[in-house]
């Protein structure tokens, strides 16, 4: 019976992630992409130009010359992510209706990491000829072509049929890809165990188009042919047998056909398994040859685990297809890149020199200084180039300034290059701004809450938006909800939500269960306010309530971080919050701030939240606050006070108290990067501040932090900003707390509570670091 219930729970849990990933793709607008145009199309004049008369100008000049499409259309930044649907993912031959969700995945990553734009094409054609024919007809559209999810053999034909009849650049990533990636991480591996690659004898597990171009790409390294014994789902790939196409046939063996992987892995220098989970055990990889390299790249189930291939072996370097283990072997590292390059430079194809100097690139960048992003993303002290570490990671904002480049040098140095590239470092610069931070920097708060979960308190738990982003939280493992509030209630708002609850804490401070802890926390309580106008049946009564229980639960280390105000008034939340915990020390007043997520990158604005007409002094302290939360993110504060004067434009007092506050911040952080009184206009145009003010310390600094003159300006700016010019809003997150307590704008979004509770762990991160110093600063 037990066991029944065991398997109706996984159901039900399998069913409710089955519903989220149904939702995500359904809710709202359909899909994962739109279609958004590059210029103004709101008047009859823009209209005219955009379509007709217009149109026909641009039309005739391509006529002429139709190297000018790319002069006047979106075809050299546009890639075709095309697929039959034949060999999805870890799905098969579902055809290519089903692919679209993946394929359209694909364009989102082409997007967000190179500022690519992609079209998805489902071809509904199995026949080779047919569907080649069909893409070359689609070649005056693109600037590139990504196949994706065509099974082998067929795309190997596919792919060498389009490079050769096509003038643009053409990718199978399913097998260049991997080959790409692999080899980068093969070089510095090779180099940290001090083999040779011409002599190092290689096993690999599978034959597929993966497989296969990372071995011909090795060859092209200087891997032999002798060295390899490759195998398949029929065994060893050896002499005798018929199957065999002239690229397998390379590699076959003389050896006997009964030669089995186990036997092969012995002496071998190289293990790449590129087939299905545990086909290799410990004894396996302890019969290699010392210092060997396991690249056990099955997903989602490797050929051996990360753990079991260390434990057999401590001088083994491994490499997996997996994100929650060290060298991921991930396709994002390339394909975007590569791309990027090859169009940049107009490339009529993706030839081995490219291919070749994007293993470099990579290799090359393993080996370089990390930057704190990455660090801060990955929740490590220093990264650094060794045996956890042979390959880039994917969040590192180096990748598009690095193999981008050296990919397009090599085509332009190969020949395939239509357009030459004379600045590099000009086109260096291109790419660090073409992206900015917005999504980069989402990406690396989750990546950093991730790998450091912290116990988080909410106290409006019987919401379901509440709820649902708890449930989020803990499936990703980004931090262990405790929720707050009647368990009877908070169960029958998740079910009637669809919202699983299961492994999540829930607590009811008013149950006879808390007793103890209602008495535990009363006292601490009373004793920190009993000279300050709470008696001690105040002090019980408090306990009762969810927010001063949950701020207890963080002072006490119950908790590492509470979020409330979902349902109540920002002071009811804030109040506990300064009587229990209170501020850091030498700060006077604690302050609200928002990071807004914009097209042009991150923006912190503050105070929005807390402090009606502060004073110079204290507009100096919340700038100080908003300056050490920004580098939190591993960002250089670039500070504007702003105002509705620009540098002494006006002796209003309302402009005196920006110009005086100014001053007191350089007196007492003279590092920080500040100026003003200035107009939001002047910070935020750099041509406009460099023409007018070229004295402003702000010339030639994006800035990314904006102090407001009051309560009213910040908050409205807030509004405005998020309303209006669709930013992505996080927060309030208050500044100068000893221990984080972070306060929800009523009625916010799931995604903002989740947004909000990434911020929420990453300071808990933070402030417990900085209270281990301290203390080991003591002993």
């Not at 990933?21 to 955009?50: C, F, M, N, W």
């Not at 006292?523 to 949950?550: P, S, T, V």
Request: proline share 5%; hydrophobic share 40%.
């Amino acid at each position: 019976m037990r066991l029944d219930n065991e398997v109706k729970l996984n159901f039900m849990k399998e069913q409710l992630r089955k519903e989220q990933a149904l939702d995500y793709h359904a809710k709202g607008r359909p899909g994962k992409i739109e279609v958004i145009p590059t210029k103004d199309a709101k008047t009859q004049r823009d209209l005219s130009l955009a379509y007709s008369p217009g149109v026909a100008e641009p039309c005739m000049e391509i006529f002429r010359d139709v190297e000018d499409v790319y002069k006047y259309t979106a075809k050299g930044n546009l890639v075709g992510v095309i697929s039959n649907g034949t060999a999805v993912l870890g799905l098969g031959n579902i055809g290519p209706d089903a692919s679209k969700p993946v394929m359209e995945g694909k364009a989102v990553l082409f997007k967000i990491f190179s500022d690519i734009d992609v079209f998805d094409i489902e071809i509904n054609e199995t026949d080779p000829d047919k569907f080649i024919q069909i893409v070359l007809a689609l070649e005056p559209t693109f600037g590139g072509i990504n196949l994706e999810d065509i099974k082998a053999p067929e795309c190997f034909y596919i792919e060498k049929q389009l490079r050769e009849k096509m003038k643009i650049p053409v990718m199978h990533d399913d097998q260049h890809g991997t080959a790409i990636i692999s080899s980068a991480a093969l070089l510095n591996a090779l180099e940290l165990q001090g083999k040779d690659i011409t002599t190092a004898k290689f096993v690999v597990s599978g034959a597929g188009a993966a497989a296969m171009s990372c071995v011909l790409l090795y060859k092209s390294l200087g891997a032999t042919a002798e060295n390899f014994t490759l195998f398949d789902k029929d065994g060893v790939l050896h002499s005798l047998r018929t199957d065999l196409d002239d690229d397998r046939k390379q590699f076959a063996v003389s050896a006997t056909p009964d030669m089995t992987l186990a036997s092969a892995m012995k002496n071998a220098d190289v293990f790449l398994g590129l087939s299905v989970g545990n086909v290799v055990s410990p004894e396996m990889i302890q019969s290699m040859a010392p210092k060997p390299i396991v690249f056990a790249m099955a997903n989602p189930n490797p050929e051996i685990s990360y753990e079991a291939a260390t434990a057999a072996r401590e001088d083994v370097i491994m490499a997996t297809g997996r994100s929650d283990y060290p060298n991921q072997v991930n396709n994002v590292l390339g394909f975007p890149f590569i791309f990027r390059g090859a169009l940049d430079v107009r490339a009529t194809q993706i030839n081995e020199q490219m291919k070749l100097a994007a293993v470099k690139a990579l290799a090359d960048l393993a080996k370089s200084a990390v930057p704190d992003i990455v660090n801060l993303a990955y929740n490590e002290k220093t990264i650094s180039f060794g045996k956890d570490y042979i390959i880039p990671k994917p969040l590192d904002p180096r990748l598009l300034s690095t193999v981008a480049p050296a990919v397009a040098r090599a085509a332009m140095e190969s020949g395939v290059a239509k357009k030459g590239i004379q600045d590099w470092d000009a086109y260096k610069e291109e790419l660090d701004h073409r992206l900015g931070l917005d999504n980069q920097l989402l990406r690396v708060i989750g990546n950093k809450a991730r790998l450091d979960p912290k116990r988080l308190v909410f106290a409006d738990a019987d919401n379901w938006k509440v709820l649902k982003a708890a449930q989020i939280l803990f499936d990703e493992k980004v931090a262990y909800p405790i929720l707050l509030g009647e368990e009877t209630k908070i169960k029958s708002v998740a079910a009637a939500n669809g919202i699983d609850l299961d492994g999540i804490t829930i607590i009811d401070p008013r149950s006879d269960k808390q007793e103890a802890k209602r008495t535990q926390y009363s006292d601490l309580y009373f004793k920190k306010r009993q000279r300050k106008g709470i008696n001690e049946y105040e002090a019980i009564k408090a306990m009762n309530d969810r927010n001063y229980f949950g701020c207890m639960m963080v002072e006490t280390g119950d908790a590492d971080a509470m979020i409330s105000g979902l349902t109540k008034n920002y002071p009811d939340t804030i109040r506990p919050a300064l009587q229990i915990i209170g501020t850091e020390d030498g700060v006077k007043k604690i302050a609200g701030m928002y990071l807004l997520i914009t097209k042009k990158g991150p923006l912190f604005l503050a105070d929005t939240t807390v402090n009606f007409n502060p004073t110079p002094e204290e507009i100096a302290d919340i700038t100080n606050l908003a300056a050490r939360e920004v580098q939190n993110f591993n960002l250089t504060p670039r500070i504007a006070l702003l105002s509705y004067s620009n540098f002494g434009s006006s002796d209003s007092p309302e402009a005196k108290v920006m110009s005086d506050a100014r001053k007191l911040v350089k007196k007492r952080y003279p590092s920080l990067i500040v100026d003003g009184e200035m107009q939001a206009s002047v910070a935020l145009n750099p041509q406009m501040l460099k023409d007018s003010y070229p004295f402003s310390e702000l010339v030639n600094q994006d800035v990314n932090t904006l102090i407001f003159p009051n309560l009213a300006a910040g908050n409205i700016a807030y509004n405005l900003l998020k309303e209006v010019g669709n930013a992505d809003a996080i927060g309030p997150i208050l500044l100068g707390l000893k221990k984080p307590v972070h306060v929800l704008q009523l009625g916010s979004s799931v995604r903002s509570i989740y947004n909000m509770a990434l911020v929420a762990v990453i300071d808990a991160q933070m402030k417990s670091k900085t209270k281990n110093a301290e203390i080991v600063g003591k002993i």
